[in-house]
């Protein structure tokens, strides 16, 4: 039974920032629910409160860079400016927070030290710095992505006898004019700090470790004609920004750099640059983030005009990047950056080169032992971003588990949302969320507006906790790995999007870098399955024993999506053609095919669809292991290009001959034509294969789908007729078109290919009830007595997977050497699929690791030789 302790709030929110206020408004106004927040700071603002440092301004245009939530406050709040300052951006805030009277709600000047889950109470126990404590049974973090700053960890700086000052704890006018002044650091904020204090300050010097790649932000003050414009189709502006990658609706990106002619790419590059904002970066070519050779020829383009704007030579060279790729930092957006440095009053100093050594009493010291005298020290050495300030609160889970101790080895959450065994927790805007790739408002509204609508979904069913599963966090977790892995970010030494700015945190892709869209298509996904992957229950005590809708892989919920938003009807609508084309398609989701040594094809029968490609993975080599790999498509589909990169995979995983079979297709040709053809080219290949560098007694036969079903027909085949195989390896096959199982029940729909697809493709190969009961097709009913050892993977959530695990039982009472490995959160057709869906690699994996393992050469027990 739930425990009887009420709590103070249904929901503490930490932060008053964007996040907070609407926060607080969305759950109390629009939802009916108790609600109280914190902030260490004195009132609204959050970032843009502690932000205060010179020049201080927002990267995305205001138009974007504002909530959505209300069409009255997007009319009638003026902005001066297309870029605003941090000012104007706070007196929006307090406008907001007085319009919606959201103040009475949040305690400021307080800040939250710890936040502990109580297992008796189901609840949030929440302590502050000054000495109480609230409950709440949801906590939502709006603690921000920027809002811890990086500790200086320069030695000596207490000693400093002039003012230090931190950026991201700036909450003060301070008078700098004629001081010598450092400052550290060259990011966004640093070079927003340079270029408006190198206007005014006695003398400026720049302690630069990284120079970085910089555009400019092509402010201006506000067009009237033009926000009127913008007001009157606000609501198209904010759909078409929700479906950008980063939250602002730029239209013209080019696809590739490196395809473009070079006058082509010359002018791209110019218009982008002269128009400002960060359409350089995302407005220009697709590929410059997942392109080296793309990405070296937009960083030429800035090098270029860093040597036109700066005119002393040697400090153009200090000032232009080479060690990391452009854009694998955020791309910070500047006014007269550059100009700054053709002033006499600023000097830059390599701290690369001579780095700092400490800072003395008169300012900072230089391993050669210069000194530079200082009035002001400015630290803009970063943050710690998205982990930073989730960590801070010390929050503790289930079972005494600290946030710190489960992310020692990086962030782990579902959706970037959540975490495992930490109940009702919600990070807006968290790791793993696309977070700082992203407009930060339409993600906040976007993330606490899904909150919003599990807490509803929860109390119409009478639920108190929820949490995701560990299977769902892993599959995420995978996902944005694979994703970040996609990109060059991880080429970049010191970026923040990989912790690489905090000394000893590891290095992990923190944001999501699929996009926005297909963040959010995965999320509603998600949520209009009934929030599978999350499980719910009366209690914490509950929740390992909750029942929980298997969660789908990220990757395949985002494929599923997509089919159903172009209204894709499946095979039996899309007829034989149609459905040809469709597993076509697949080509689209593979990865670059892997170089082989040499690919040839070649006939094995009469007729023109009796074709097998053959790779050889190595010059010149002989006697090397065979694998006959049969596709799929439902005996309709399929060919051997579709299968071109899987071969070419299989034969660099395994370093064996592939040799890729084709067959006639139905219904042109029904059963048993396919079988036939299976058989015919497994023969041909065990008497032609040495002639091509394979060994005709090391051989396996391997397939997926109806490809599976036919290479178990054909070894069928060959275990009568004494052909020798070394191995079987079946890929989510087809073992009888008439069975019923649970999962082609239960995941009859929704799972991208679904049961009546695979029925209207057996209804096009089979001709009656005797076709189906031949053992060939129906495998259950075969005699599988001295089969090779046989591999069978299944996928969690296939139609086919009851059956594929029903044959390895089979298979093992039949004395056949058989293993079944499952692979979770997985529907059907996904080892095709290497590019699409990143854990099709682990489907990869496991075949040619069973492969290599059979297909190995005997050795003599005795003499210890291969045989």
């Known amino acids: 039974m739930p425990n009887s302790e009420q709590p103070d709030y249904d929901v503490i929110v930490v932060g008053a920032g964007f996040a907070g206020i609407y926060a607080v408004h969305k759950f109390r106004d629009r939802m009916g629910?108790?609600?109280?927040?914190?902030?260490?700071?004195?009132d609204v603002g959050g970032t843009w409160y502690w932000n205060r440092y010179p020049g201080a301004r927002v990267d995305i245009e205001s138009v974007h860079y504002s909530y959505s939530f209300s069409d009255e406050l997007q009319q009638e709040w003026h902005w001066s400016e297309r870029y605003p300052t941090q000012a104007e951006i706070l007196r929006y805030l307090q406008h907001v927070a007085d319009r919606f009277d959201v103040r009475k709600d949040i305690s400021f000047n307080t800040r939250i030290v710890s936040v502990t889950w109580d297992e008796q109470a189901d609840l949030w126990r929440v302590a502050t710095d000054d000495g109480r404590t609230a409950t709440g049974r949801y906590f939502v973090s709006g603690a921000g992505t920027l809002s811890v700053p990086k500790k200086p960890d320069f030695p000596g700086i207490e000693a400093f006898a002039g003012r230090a000052l931190v950026t991201g704890n700036w909450t003060e006018d301070v008078d700098l004019v004629g001081e010598r002044i450092g400052v550290i650091g060259t990011g966004s904020t640093g070079i927003q700090v340079i270029q408006d204090v190198a206007k005014y300050a006695g003398e400026l010097t720049v302690f630069q470790r990284t120079p970085n790649y910089i555009t400019p932000v092509g402010n201006y003050p506000t067009d009237p004609a033009e926000e009127a414009a913008e007001k009157a189709r606000y609501a198209e502006i904010r759909e078409a920004a929700r479906n950008h990658f980063l939250g602002v609706p730029y239209t013209e990106v080019r696809p590739s750099a490196k395809a473009a002619t070079p006058e082509e790419r010359e002018a791209i590059f110019n218009d982008r640059w002269n128009r400002g904002g960060l359409r350089f970066f995302i407005d220009s070519f697709a590929d410059l983030l997942v392109d080296a050779e793309s990405n070296e020829l937009a960083a030429e383009f800035i090098r270029n005009k860093i040597r036109e704007r700066v005119k002393d030579p040697e400090k153009a060279a200090k000032l232009t990047p080479t060690d990391h790729p452009y854009g694998t930092k955020r791309p910070p957006l500047e006014i007269d950056y550059y100009e700054a440095f053709n002033r006499d009053n600023v000097h830059l100093v390599d701290v690369k080169e001579n780095p700092i050594d400490t800072v003395v009493p008169e300012g900072v010291r230089l391993a050669d032992g210069t000194v530079y005298p200082l009035d002001v020290l400015i630290l803009a050495t970063g943050f710690d971003v998205l982990t930073g300030p989730l960590l801070a609160?010390?929050?503790t889970g289930r079972r005494g588990l600290r946030l710190a101790d489960a992310w020692a080895e990086g962030p782990r959450t579902y959706l970037g949302l959540t975490v495992h065994d930490f109940p009702n927790l919600f990070t807006v805007t968290g790791p793993q969320s696309p977070s700082v790739l992203y407009n930060a408002?339409?993600?906040?509204?976007?993330?606490?507006?899904?909150?919003?609508?599990?807490?509803?979904?929860?109390?119409?069913?009478?639920?108190?906790?929820?949490?995701?599963?560990?299977q769902a966090q892993r599959q995420w977790v995978i996902e944005t790995d694979a994703i970040g892995a996609m990109t060059l970010v991880p080429d970049s030494p010191s970026s923040y999007y990989m912790g690489a700015n905090i000394p000893g945190k590891p290095r992990k892709m923190l944001p999501y870098a699929g996009g926005a869209p297909r963040y959010r298509t995965i999320s509603d996904n998600i949520g209009r399955n009934g929030y599978r992957g999350f499980r719910f229950a009366a209690t914490s005590r509950d929740l390992d024993a909750a029942d929980s809708a298997p969660a789908l892989d990220?990757?395949?919920?985002?494929?599923?999506?997509?089919?159903?938003?172009?209204?894709?009807?499946?095979?039996?609508?899309?007829?034989?053609?149609?459905?040809?084309?469709?597993?076509e398609s697949f080509t689209g989701l593979q990865a670059p095919k892997k170089e082989v040594a040499r690919v040839s094809d070649h006939s094995y029968g009469p007729d023109p669809a009796h074709r097998l490609r053959i790779y050889h993975p190595e010059p010149g080599a002989t006697g090397l292991p065979v694998v006959v790999y049969v596709h799929g498509g439902g005996f309709v589909g399929g060919n051997l290009d579709v299968v071109d990169e899987v071969a070419r995979d299989l034969a660099v995983r395994t370093g064996a001959v592939v040799v890729s079979v084709t067959y006639r297709r139905a219904p042109e040709h029904r059963f048993p034509a396919a079988h036939d053809d299976v058989y015919a080219a497994l023969r041909w290949t065990v008497g032609n294969i040495s002639g091509h560098g394979g060994d005709p007694a090391r051989v396996a036969l391997a397939g997926d789908s109806a490809g599976g079903n036919l290479a178990a027909g054909a070894a069928l085949r060959a275990v009568e007729d004494a052909v020798p195989l070394s191995a079987l390896l079946l890929i989510y096959p087809l073992v009888n078109a008439t069975i019923a199982t649970p999962s082609r029940e239960r995941f009859a729909t929704g799972y991208l290919i679904e049961l009546d697809d695979l029925a209207w493709c057996g209804e096009q190969y089979v001709s009656g009830a005797d076709d189906l009961a031949d053992p060939r097709l129906a495998l259950d009913t075969a005699d599988l007595a001295g089969l090779p050892p046989t591999f069978i993977i299944t996928n969690e959530l296939d139609t086919l997977r009851d059956e594929a695990e029903l044959l390895g039982r089979l298979l093992t009472e039949a004395g056949v050497d058989a293993t079944v490995r499952r692979f979770d959160g997985l529907a059907h057709g996904m080892f095709w699929a290497s590019l699409a869906v990143p854990r099709s690699a682990e489907q990869r994996a496991a075949a040619a690791e069973f492969l290599v393992a059979r297909l190995a050469p005997a050795r003599s027990a005795a003499a210890g030789v291969v045989a």
């Not at 629910?33 to 700071?41: G, S, T």
């Not at 990757?555 to 469709?582: H, I, M, N, W």
């Open 393 to 395: 609160l010390n929050i």
């Open 554 to 583: 990220p990757s395949v919920a985002f494929l599923v999506e997509t089919l159903k938003r172009q209204a894709y009807a499946g095979f039996r609508a899309a007829g034989v053609d149609g459905t040809r084309a469709v597993v």
């Open 33 to 42: 629910l108790r609600v109280h927040a914190y902030d260490a700071a004195g």
């Open 441 to 470: 408002v339409l993600g906040i509204e976007d993330h606490i507006d899904y909150i919003g609508r599990m807490i509803g979904f929860m109390r119409e069913r009478g639920h108190t906790v929820v949490e995701p599963t560990a």
